[in-house]
Structures are given as C-alpha cells and as structure tokens.
C-alpha cells in the first residue's frame, strides 16, 4: 500500500494536534469548502414547513383553514395546554331569546304569544288614549312619571320591559332593495315605506340582534334608526319616534352599555340602561329575586342581562348634559371623568326584567373535546360569562366528563381568604377547577406559583369573568410556569391579545369579525376541525420534520467521519477526500429528493390518528426528537462513516483514485438505502425520488471525467475509467453498503418485533 499512496512528511505534534482540531470542526459543521451543514439543515426544513401548510391548505376535510404563519406548523404536534374562548368558539354565536323573567312571572319559549297579546293590548290602550292628545297634557303625565312608584300590572310592567329592549342597542335596520336593472342594491330610506321580508339588523353582538329580533315576533318592531333618532312600528301599525340624546356604549370595563331617549309624541325622557348582573345588581333598586334568577338562568347554559331604567325631567337631562359635555371637553383624566359623570345618573333604577338568551354549542363539539382529552390535552376555557353559563357549558360540551367532580372556588377578596381556599382545593384529587376573574387576580397577586401549580394538575379549568387582558395573562403565565406549548383558540377581538400570547394560535372565522383569525398563525372555520388539524397535520408535521432534521444531520456527519477518518491515516493532512462537484452533487442532486420526500412519510392513515388520539401522547413526550434519538444518529453516522472509509481503504487495488470511486458511490447508496429504513409509508413520489437520485449519479458517472475518468487527480495517479464498470467495482461497492447497512436493517426489525411503537401495533 505504502508503493501506492504517497507518504507525507511526519510534523510536530502541535501540528498534528492543530489539524485534528480542525477535522473535528468540520466534522461538526459539515465538510467541503464553504459547506454549512446548518444552513442546509435550515433550508430543508422550511421548505418542509412550507410543504405541511400547503397540505393543511389544501386537506378538504377541513375547508377554509388558512396558514397564516408557516414557520411552526410543527407546534401543532406538541401542544400540552388549549385555552379556549366560549362563545363563538365552543357555541354557534347565534343567540335564541328563551326566556323573560319580570320578577314575579317568567315566560319561556312556550309561552310568547301571551307576551305578544300584553304588547298588543297595551298599544291599543295607548294608541286610543293618545288619539286625542293634548300636548298641555304632557307635562302632567311627567309629573306622575316622578312620583313614587305604584304597584303596576303585568301587562303594564311587559309594556315597558319590551320597549326597553326594543330601544337600548345600537342595532340598526337595513332595507335591502330589489336588485335593478344597473345590478345595483339600493338601501331604503329612513322616509320609505317599511317591509318586513327586505329588512336584515346589523350589529356589534349577535346577543343585541336577538333581542331585537324577539321584540319584533311579540310586535314591537325597529323599522329604523340613525344618529338623532330611531322608530318604532306599534302592532296597531303605528309608528313610535324618539330622538336619541345620548349613547353609552358598552365596554369590557362596565359590561354594561345605556341610551338616553326621548319620545317624540309624549316628551317623555328616558334613561335605558342594559348589562350583566355584576354590573347591575349595584345599580338598580333592591329586589329580593335578581341574583337567584340570574344563577338559575345560568345553570340552564342563557346567557343574562338585566335591563333597567330611570325617567329624567328635562331640568336632570339639562344638568346632565351640561356636567358631560365640560367632562368631555377635560384635558387631564377625561375618561374618569365621564364615567363619574354619567355614574352620577346610574343612579336607584327601575328593574324592569331579566333576559335570557341561548347560544348552542357547534357541531361535533363534544366529540372533538373528547378527542383531545384522550391525547393527553389539558384544556381551560376563559370566558367573560357568569360562573354558572360557563360550568353549565362546560357539563354540556363534555369539557369536563360526567364522573368528573367540579371544584368551584369561592370568591375570595384578600389573601387570608385566598390562602384558606386554595389550602381547601388543595386537599381535592381529579378535579375541574372553576374560577372567577376576581378571584383569580386575588390568588395570582398574593400566591401565583401555588394557583398555576394546583391548576395544571386538573385535566380541566373555567375560568368565568374574565377580562380580555386577564385571558393573555393566564397564558403567559402557563408558558413560564410549566414550560410547556400552549395553543389559544378564539373567535373574537377579544381573543386576539390571548392568541397572539400563545406558542399557537388558532382563530376562527366568527361573525364578530376576522380580527382573531387575522392575528392567529393558523384559521379555521368551526371548532371541531382542530381536532384533525392536531391529530393530523400537527402530529405528521412534528414527525417528520423530526425525521428530515435528524436525516439532514445524518447526511453531514457521515461524510464528516469519512473525512475524520481519511485525515486520521494520513496523519492529519489538510487535503480533502471529495471536492467540487462531488461535494454540491451529495448535498443536492444526489441525495436531496430522497431526503425531502420524508415530508411525505405518514406512519399511520389520518383516519387511525383521529381514532386513536392516543397516538398524539407519544409526541408530547419527546420521544421523536430527543437528545437521545439525537445521539442514536450520531452514533449511526459514526459507525457507517467508519464502514465506509475503512473498507475503501481496505478494498482498493492498484490506484488511490477506487477509494474515492468506491467510497463515494457506497456512501450514495447508503444514504439511499437509509430513507427507505426511515419510511413508514410509500408514496409513489418516495419511489420516484429514489430511482431518480440514483439515475442522476449514474449518469454523471460519464461527465466526471476529472474523478473518476482519465486525467489528473492530486495525488499524481492516473485513473482507469473501466474499473467503475467492472464487476469487481460492483461487489465491493455492494460489500461496503451492505455492512453499513444491515446491521441497522436487523436492529429495526428486532426492535419492531422485541419492543413495537404504538403506531406499529395499529399498522398491524
């Protein structure tokens, strides 16, 4: 050997040692010059990650899914924690009126058309006795509106109850014409003559369309509305004008909103004002039943609000008016200031009913719920409803499992109460856990480490009456506590600040807007495709860019050994065993398709996944990739590098030049034969891949004259192009990657049969 491979002069050992520092950079770097394995590592994955959103894109189980963000689809396979909005999100957004409740009588669905004939009657009685109006008249009936209140009759109090809900919204009516010859839609005006099958309500809530909508099927009918004004139509057919003074609209701060009117035909002038109980309970004059009705609504999953009013003279209008218009007009603290002012007239009202209104859940809700629960899921839904709508909603979406006890946390206001029930919560085992705003901020300002503790270990959380603010702050502090990928889903612009504080967010495409889809890294249209968008895409995604990331790794350090070890024998010299195009063909032409054809590797069908959520589990534990898994192919690399070279050296004959033929051609047969003991799953491209890299090197054979052919290599030899022909050539290449290759072929299949993978026992 020695009369063939020229011998180099033996250095130092500074030197030896220099050079074997730098061997072992490039064998972490990759080898070549200007090779950077890292960059390549890099470019492969994105153009996976760009493969798996198209394929989301593109899956018709799941319609309309946009990916926002393609840079972390393979976030969606390892999420531990989803928090999620309720309404719109877990229910359709499309409010039903159920039920009106005025104190001392309640009316269901069942019982309307009673509503309707109470509206009828008192209009007639109204319209009979107005018939002959006298405007001195006016003042007087003013006169009686302030005195004290009397005990009124029913179908007095649903009079004023349903008048009250017809006027405080910011709902407006649009009339939509036929279409005319030009093709274009005219919109009625507020002067037309008013149809019922054109008209259609716009809103901010779908609750203020619903609302609307029941006082329009018990008579009382928004025909129209802008700025100044609004009108109603009576049954008799009369039409009801008031000019709108002031509106107050609502906010996530005073979960309330108000309106200030005046009738046209009376002069009457009234304060409206609508919210949820919270809010209200303080407002309006003391009742012994508003706070047992809203808690008994609530169990049956309605949705609340308490609707109020006070009559003003014109003289409490005018001061009010003047007092809001200067706090408008403040420089500092202006919006402290109105609010004390228009608090001034919220203000010992008059508690007119309580509505209840229902939003079902979506389709497929409680299965998908469940499909998440199995795989291992934890899920906490933060909504801004009342303790008992959110409990209730979370009993019928199967958010919590029937034999599933429900630990509700008391209210707490200072830290000794808070330190007590958590002391309380602690002592429970399996339990859902159902927190209000209030209570949470107490906890978390006093005792955060210990609430975020106890409530990670419940399979699940409510939080109810939670602020959009408080709804991010909660997935902040998942994400620094526990260390684990949260995912936020939600409907509406009060889930954005919550999405985008997630790992990944989800949005859907609600009829509050496309603010959250917008924000959110991957949209959806209904809730219950994100349950194939996780078990599928999610969990394909994370495995194969697992898979492709540890193949790239692999494809460098090989060579790198096979430098490692060729410097080694020639006591470290700076020459490298491939170059040119040897080198840019291994990185692309000749190993790059097999390599990226691993983004189509699937090892179960999606219908097995989404039947067995279980699989997703698997994931979360970091079994795919892994400092481990990552090692295992260090090691792989290691041993087949050495194989390689090493049998070169051993197996060439008369020119240095087969070494290079031999070992190049076993290393591209080694990685060939590597994608196919990574794949799980065929696909027809897989082949094509295949046979086409192989077919690439194959006929590059004839233009690389300047390595394998005739003609002058570094080390002074000439070459014999027939040897890369002969059979001799063939049975050492054969040899090599055999060696190199079957060892792992037989420990794959001793570990499928000595210890199977989940996926395999299904397959099977």
Known sequence: MADQIPLYPVRSAAAAAASHRRAAYYSAVGPGPGADRRGSLRVNLDMGKAAYGWMIMKDENIPGTVVRTSTIPEELGRLVYLLTDKTGTLTQNEMVFKRLHLGTVSYGTDTMDEIQSHVLNSYLQVHSQTSGHNPSSAPLRRSQSSTPKVKKSVSSRIHE??????????????????????????????????????????????????????????????????????????????????????????????????????????????????????????????NDWLEEECGNMAREGLRTLVVAKRTLTEEQYQDFESRYSQAKLSIHDRTLKVAAVVESLEREMELLCLTGVEDQLQADVRPTLEMLRNAGIKIWMLTGDKLETATCIAKSSHLVSRTQDIHIFRPVTNRGEAHLELNAFRRKHDCALVISGDSLEVCLRYYEHELVELACQCPAVVCCRCSPTQKAHIVTLLRQHTRKRTCAIGDGGNDVSMIQAADCGIGIEGKEGKQASLAADFSITQFRHIGRLLMVHGRNSYKRSAALGQFVMHRGLIISTMQAVFSSVFYFASVPLYQGFLMVGYATIYTMFPVFSLVLDQDVKPEMAILYPELYKDLTKGRSLSFKTFLIWVLISIYQGGILMYGALLLFEAEFVHVVAISFTALILTELLMVALTIRTWHWLMVVAEFLSLGCYVASLAFLNEYFGIGRVSFGAFLDVAFITTVTFLWKVSAITVVSCLPLYVLKYLKRKLSPPSYSKLSS
């Open 161 to 286: 109850a349903v008048k009250a809900i017809a006027l405080c919204h910011n709902v407006t009516p649009v009339y939509e014409a036929r279409t005319g010859i030009t093709g274009e839609t005219e919109f009625a005006e507020a002067d037309q003559d008013f149809s019922d099958e054109n008209r259609t309500y716009q809103a901010s809530s779908p609750d203020e369309v619903a609302l609307v909508r029941w006082t329009e099927s018990v008579g009382l009918t928004l025909v129209s509305r802008d700025l100044a004004s609004m009108q109603l139509k009576t049954p008799s057919g009369q039409v009801l004008t008031y000019c709108i003074l002031q509106m107050f609209p609502f906010t996530s701060e005073s979960k309330r909103m108000g309106i200030i009117v005046r009738d046209e035909a009376t002069a009457e002038i009234t304060f409206y004002m609508k919210g949820a109980d919270v809010a209200m309970s303080t407002i309006v004059q003391y």
